[in-house]
């Protein structure tokens, strides 16, 4: 069951934002101090970022870049937080005008917690566009209750830290955004997203990270869920995937071919640019031979024992 997992939503909202907190305070090429070191854990977050680009990837874990924080991502964490505290009220409080209620305080909390994200609205004297992104997070926290009702919802866990280490020991860790537990045991894995569903060609990509969740889980609990759900708000889709044991040990072998690739990049510094249209999101152009830009010196020679990838700092399984 996975209602037996250790949590503490508090710290898996710190988690949530710490991996983005780190990069954005480290000096440009701080980990040029010391050698590179293949990674001992992955993220879905960063998985997907060597997939879609290994010298992002780098840019990112090894040479921790600092990136700027961005509208679109700072609504989705502050969406993400209402959703949460949403399930705090008693099930007929969960209404959509409180729902609504809780978004500028849930915006002043991140302030507090991530001072950088007030820099977003710093030329903005007037708080007009302020007020229209704070209009446009409601309206994303609105359109759940057409999708989900929250009012025949008792989630188990919300924002779940997990991690587990596989028999190769490379360590799997992440936030679920919500588990439930129906009444036979099932259990169901909820993702929000704010953007738009992808096209039914790319709906494999958007599954992996709900995939490595149920191996995460299974590994964990020797429960695969019986639902993975994506919930896009952007969109008002939800899509859902009932995962069999042979999807989630497909996922494994990926993972353990993706761990395979970073470690021998890493101790060879070859670290390829992918450019796909998702350059145009991409924060490290101006380091990118793509584009034009020159990444930083490598560091290395490489050591040889490992370190996370991922700058989340508990434990979330029993
Ligand atoms: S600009 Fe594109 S190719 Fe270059 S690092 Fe970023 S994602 Fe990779």
């Known amino acids: 069951m996975v209602c037996g997992m250790d949590s503490s939503i508090e710290d898996a909202s710190q988690a949530r934002g ?8 480290s000096p440009v090429g701080a980990a040029q101090a010391s050698a590179a070191v293949p990674p001992a854990s992955l993220s879905p977050s960063r998985a997907s970022d060597f997939m879609q680009c290994p010298l992002l990837y780098r840019f990112r874990v090894i040479d921790r870049l600092p990136e700027k924080p961005s ?22 409080e969960r209404t959509v005008p409180w729902a609504r209620s809780l978004v500028p305080g849930q915006w002043d909390r991140l302030r507090e917690s991530r001072p950088e994200v007030g820099e977003l609205f710093a030329d903005d004297p007037e708080g007009e566009r302020l007020a229209r992104w704070l209009g446009e997070a409601e ?20 924002e779940l830290f997990v991690e587990t280490e596989l028999e190769s020991g490379l360590r799997l860790r992440g936030i679920i955004d919500r588990v439930d537990v129906a009444a036979t045991g099932e259990v169901r894995i909820v993702d929000y997203k704010t953007g738009k569903a992808p096209r039914p060609e790319y709906a494999e990509g958007a599954l992996f990270q709900m995939k490595f969740y149920a191996l995460v889980v299974w590994r964990l609990k020797n429960v695969v869920p019986r639902r993975l759900q994506l919930v896009y708000l952007g969109s008002g889709d939800v899509l859902t995937y009932d995962p069999v044991p042979a999807d989630l040990q497909r996922v494994e072998r990926k993972l353990l071919a993706l761990w395979e690739a970073i470690r021998e990049a890493t101790e060879s510094g070859v670290w390829r640019p992918r450019p796909t249209k998702l350059c145009g999101w991409c924060d490290h152009q101006a380091h990118c031979p793509e584009f034009g ?13 490992g370190s ?9 399984a029993d």
């Open 308 to 316: 996370g990838d991922l700058a989340q700092g508990r434990m979330g």
């Open 139 to 158: 309206q994303l926290v609105e359109r759940w209750f057409t999708l989900e009702d929250p009012s025949r919802l008792e989630p188990v866990e919300r």
């Open 293 to 305: 830009g020159t990444p930083p010196p490598y560091p290395l020679p490489v050591r040889s024992a």
């Open 71 to 92: 509208e679109a991502a700072t609504r989705g964490t502050l969406v993400h937080a209402v959703l949460e505290r949403l399930f705090d009220a008693p099930a007929a």
């Open 18 to 25: 710490a991996d983005i907190v780190a990069q954005a305070q």
